[in-house]
């Protein structure tokens, strides 16, 4: 086995990490290898936020749905403003209403942590400033002038989520790790090199690719995937079912998702079509893939992730309970290739078992405690669970079989 030494450098103007490679056949062919790196260095840094954040948001819907027993379809702060709830529930309520907004808050940073971390990897210091700002343009795009009814006005574009964070992560990382080789200065200029020059072109070139290329282009997605589930809801049933269930687990929250909802929305509300896949396809991803962490060594006598996603696994399942599908991101970032097929075919799995057996469900939430509003609670249940189970087992044997042929290494 061919080692990687990375050299250290002491001088602090050095921005980009530096690494020493012998140059063999099978570095030659390791892309795939070093792209993980810099993905799972970015994955490493966003989970305990991911886990802080969700924990924090999912407990604040505890006390008003599960301890007050409120209604799904009223909000923590209509609770409040009802009058109904005095002295200690009051009280109650009111953290509840603080660590929804702290929680989901916090939950904002993980996509920016990841995309600032990735860049980091790859370029430095500088790369971890620019991708952290790509990161969070890609959760909050900058709003952009249009002309309406003749004046101009700011309007936000659709947000391009962790797709467009991994996309700005990976293209300013090693942005700015060619401008650190290229651009030559004396040694009396390298701290404005480092501080001043690279910094304001990183940070411009990232302006111009997330308002320009990376974010229009979660625009079209979103568009395509709206008109495609409209279409096939005027179709029938089960071909929205089943569009939908993919739609709505593709991106785990991203824009994709949020299309799918919208439409999925405007059809429950207006009692054409349930929204029963959609709410199956939220939790099938964050439980299937929770659950590989737990069943890896019944299944295979072994773990078949780095020990820190064991933690995200317990953490994934009970944020599915809560109705947040975010909980997934981190397994899917780590090897989407395979990862995001499994967990859409999974969704799907699941979906059309419960809408095929008859439950209907309504009301659009997929928290635990919105179950009672559902028509046939048991058809619902099996399709999350036969759905959950196909992804894990999957993930598993798969994972499983590349440890074997060495493709894949666990810490």
């Known amino acids: 086995m061919v080692v990687k030494k990375k050299i250290v450098s002491t001088n602090s103007s050095e921005d980009a990490p530096k690494t020493e490679t012998p140059k063999t056949n099978e570095q ?10 810099h993905l799972m260095t970015g994955i490493s840094y966003m989970i305990p936020v991911l886990i802080m954040g969700g924990l924090v948001g999912a407990f604040s819907q505890i006390i008003p749905y599960v301890i007050f027993g409120l209604s799904p379809d009223v909000s923590i702060l209509d609770a409040i403003n009802s009058g109904n709830y005095t002295g200690f529930n009051f009280t109650l309520l009111n953290i509840a209403q603080l660590m929804q907004s702290f929680g989901f808050t916090l939950f904002g940073f ?7 971390f990735t860049a980091f990897s790859i370029g430095g210091k500088t790369a971890f400033a620019t991708g952290f700002i790509g990161g969070y343009i890609a959760v909050k795009p900058i709003a952009t ?16 989520g962790f797709l467009g964070a991994i996309i700005i992560a990976f293209a300013i990382g090693y942005f700015v790790k060619f401008l650190n080789e290229k651009i ?14 690279i910094p304001l072109i990183a940070a411009i070139v990232t302006m111009i690719l997330m308002v320009y290329v990376i974010t229009p282009f979660g625009g079209v997605v979103n568009g395509w995937i709206k008109a495609v ?28 998702n949020k299309a799918a909802g919208f439409v ?7 009692k054409i079509l349930p929204v029963t896949a959609r709410c199956i396809a939220i939790v099938t991803p964050s439980i299937g ?23 995200a696994g317990k953490t994934s399942i009970f944020l599915a309970f809560m109705g947040i599908s975010e909980g997934a991101i981190p397994f899917a970032l780590e090897r989407p290739m395979f990862t995001i097929p499994l967990y859409v075919v999974g969704s799907i799995i699941g979906a059309m078992t419960g809408v095929g057996l008859g439950a209907v469900q309504w009301f659009p939430e997929s928290a635990i405690w ?17 759905g959950s189970l196909f992804i894990a087992v999957v993930n598993i044997y798969y994972r499983n079989h590349l440890i074997k042929i060495g493709k894949l290494e666990v810490l």
């Open 289 to 311: 893939l929770g659950l590989s962490t737990l069943l890896d060594r019944v299944l295979v006598r072994r773990r078949v992730y780095d020990k820190q996603f064991y933690e």
């Open 229 to 256: 589930l409209e279409s096939a809801g005027k179709s029938g049933e089960f071909m929205y079912a089943l569009i939908l269930s993919a739609t709505t687990a593709f991106d785990l929250g991203g824009p994709v």
């Open 145 to 160: 002038l249009v002309l309406q009814d003749g004046k101009w006005k700011e309007v936000a574009p659709v947000p391009s």
């Open 184 to 197: 030559k200065l004396p040694k009396n200029w390298l701290a404005f090199k480092t501080t001043f020059l």
């Open 110 to 116: 993980a996509i920016p942590l990841f995309a600032a």
């Open 370 to 386: 919105a179950w009672p509003l559902i028509t046939n609670i048991f058809p619902y249940v099996l399709g999350i669970a036969v």
């Open 264 to 270: 999925a929305l405007g059809f429950t509300t207006d």
């Open 28 to 37: 030659k062919t390791g892309v795939w290898t070093e792209i993980s790196k």
